[in-house]
């Protein structure tokens, strides 16, 4: 039964990885129909190589000024849709009941819900409701309270405002009953919820850090010669397991069928709270916080591409990277590609 409502009501991250366009197959198809004959006609009585290269350059660009791109590859708005978020929905519901009793897919729906239903929709309120039962039902106490808050904070409809109120009510005696028995599990403050942690403690350094290069340590220095070529000495033993370079990407990138379960940014899993992108349905945050430095970083830039990116060149995850990396270069430069094309002039190519 259960496969048989999985097979019926995929879950749209799925589908979206089976509807990717496969680019290579038509690219092919594009220099088989329009391409190649256009190019063998211009360059047939040519025999001056960079001639012929300049030919083939220029027949390129016209041809991809004119190439209906929106139209061969399917491009459409990523924009909010209650319909999907209801449906989407609909499907955790089938998941949660108890003859099925499965909680966390239907989690995932209720995610996906939040994520295509329009702010301050009834849509958002139901689903974010509906996720407070799934935490309640793992005992997720301050996960339950805040998607409660975030439930009316969404309009959740008075007609069924009781339902929330129960909720909650009942929620408020489990963490005094449990807080002498589970007092690490129980620590609820109204307004103050913050998303959990990766249960990871944070790298340090085991030495002291270097003054210029704060991610190396101090004992560690870049050298060269016709030998090794660049390579990295220490200036005193080190032993198995020290820590001597920790250094953030500069460009990262959570897998597509992570986006209702992981948050876009810090790639915690914090699937119980996650807060939905206003400008597309892909992308899902821990915090406020995270879904800021995201837009700030990178996001505003891809928000309104990244669910057609991941269907053309999803298969290509390369070709995704490429994006968000560039997405960041962007940023950091605050849109001054001239400033950008000065500062990659200027780099060490060795």
Known sequence: LVNRLKNSNPNMSEKLSDDKCNVTKLFGELWRESLKQRIIESTKDQQDKKKIAEIIKSEIDDFLRTFPFRDRFNLQPDAKDNAKALAARNCGNDLFTPLIGEYLESLQ???ESIAYSEPGSEARALAYGNRSAVCLK?????????????????????????????REQHVKRC????????????????????????????????????????????????RQNKEYGRH????????????????????????????????????????????PCEGCTVAMYCSKECMDKAHKQYHRYECGVLRDCWRIVGLLLK???????????????DQDLEGWNDHLNTLDET
């Open 175 to 222: 963490i005094v009953k449990d807080a002498g028995v589970f007092p690490d599990k129980v620590k609820h403050t109204p307004g103050k919820y913050r998303p959990r942690d990766s249960g990871h403690p944070a790298l340090q350094l085991s030495y002291e850090a270097h003054a210029n290069v704060p991610q190396l340590v101090k004992c560690v220095e870049l």
């Open 319 to 333: 070709g995704m990277v490429g994006l968000r990396t560039v997405a960041t270069a962007f940023a950091s430069f």
């Open 109 to 111: 729906y209720y995610n």
């Open 232 to 275: 990295l000495v220490t200036t005193q033993n080190l032993k198995a397991g020290d820590v001597f370079l920790i250094e953030m990407p500069y460009a990262n990138l959570l897998c597509d069928t992570e986006r209702y379960k992981r948050c876009a940014f810090c790639q915690n899993e914090d699937t119980f709270t996650l807060i």
């Open 138 to 166: 793992f005992g997720l106490y301050e996960e339950c309270l805040e998607n409660i808050r975030l439930a009316r904070a969404s309009k959740y409809p008075v007609r069924l405002a009781y339902k929330l109120k129960k």
